[in-house]
């Protein structure tokens, strides 16, 4: 059985940092895609950022670029997303997500993703 849980979540001040962590069990964690999407209430589910399996590759949306770095340890079978610079935008429910990939496979798209995690709760207040 696959699971994906997060962990870091929490509330900051604008400007502050966190850390997430997403760590997989029951999956071929090393050939998986893993991405990161948020959720904020009223809205659509949006893609973060993304990794290719082996870390070589990373994808971000527009929104985050600068700020929001992932990475994967694949020792581990975790996945991390650093939050730098947070802004009230950045308020969500944040989701960790692993893909089997293949031809149709588009990195920020929830749509492409096989698992999904509860999701882990960031708020960055003003």
């Known amino acids: 059985q696959v699971q994906l849980v997060e962990s870091g979540g929490g509330s900051v001040q604008a400007g502050g940092s966190l850390r997430l962590s997403c760590t997989a069990s029951g999956y071929t964690y090393r050939s998986a895609y893993m991405g990161w999407f948020r959720q904020a209430p009223g809205k659509e589910r949006e893609g973060v950022a993304a990794?290719?399996?082996?870390?070589?590759?990373?994808y971000y949306a527009d929104s985050v670029k600068g700020r929001f770095t992932i990475s994967k340890d694949n020792a581990k079978n975790t996945v991390y997303l650093q939050m730098n610079s947070l802004k009230p935008d950045d308020t969500a429910m944040y989701y960790c997500?692993?893909?089997?990939?293949?031809?149709?496979?588009?990195?920020?798209?929830?749509?492409?993703?096989?698992?999904w995690g509860q999701g882990t709760q960031v708020t960055a207040s003003s």
């Open positions: 990794i290719s399996p082996g870390g070589g590759i990373t």
């Open positions: 997500a692993a893909a089997n990939g293949g031809i149709s496979y588009l990195p920020l798209k929830p749509q492409s993703y096989n698992y």
